[in-house]
């Protein structure tokens, strides 16, 4: 059975990923961290997948049953460890002397202490190393798939390109952050499935055949989400992609239990 994961755990992992002293600038030591250049548009993507993880952290906690006082004091746990992520902390070495690796260390744990509250609200599988490998490779698979597809629209191959190319970006330099993000990457891919069904297109192109290659990366997903247990992450979109799926994979592998709990 896969083991279950929530936002305020995965920023705790990321502050321990973090929680190393190094005499580079702070935006120098992420982008190392990350495998990026800094300043560079992955580097602001990676930055602010993390700031809207942790605001969502924070919206979760304000709603939970918490004391006031604990609420107030989780919040400010949450502002501090989104300040290690900007201003002075990224201009100044990433060490004791600086904003940065203090901001972590002060930050970190006590956001990680969050989880059984989050939990709550958002939990979703957790994939390892190899699970995360293999979407990858499925994702290049039909990336190309598509790029060859000459008899698309442009603007539907464009579509499917950039979400699959967000959700691959997110999976090798962030790591898997739970199916609402990875459900999110494909938020363009089901607009314009949704609009081609409703337009007429060049006899030649049948939608269909074209978004049949996401079958196995909807099916690798739905095993790791069957194979957990207490899951809840966007059950909207989740549905949307069910809706998706269905439409290209027999029956009798997708089930309600895909929908979640």
Known sequence: MAS???????????????TKGNDAKGAQFLANSFGVAPWSTSFYKIIACILERAEQVATIVQR???DEDHIRDAVDHLEGFRSAFAG?????SWNNSGHGLTLMKDHGQPIQFLSPTVRQFVAYPRLNDEEIAELIA?????????????????????AILD?????????????WMGAG???SAFREVLQVYEVVQNQD????????????GLTSIIIKFKDGVQSAKGWADTAETVWKVYQVGSTFVPPLLLTSQFVGR
Request: glycine fraction near 6%; proline fraction near 7%; charged fraction near 25%.
């Open 4 to 18: 279950m994961t929530d936002p305020a755990r995965e920023l705790g992992e990321i502050a321990k990923r973090l």
């Open 64 to 66: 939970s049953a918490m």
């Open 88 to 92: 002075s902390a990224l201009v100044n």
């Open 181 to 183: 993000y990875v459900l």
């Open 201 to 212: 297109m060049p006899d030649a192109f049948d939608p269909r055949a074209l978004l049949s």
């Open 163 to 175: 979400g699959l190319g967000l959700f691959r970006f997110q999976l090798e330099n962030i790591g």
């Open 138 to 158: 499925l994702i290049v698979r039909y990336r190309d798939e598509v790029a060859m597809a000459s008899d698309a629209p442009p603007f539907v191959r464009q």
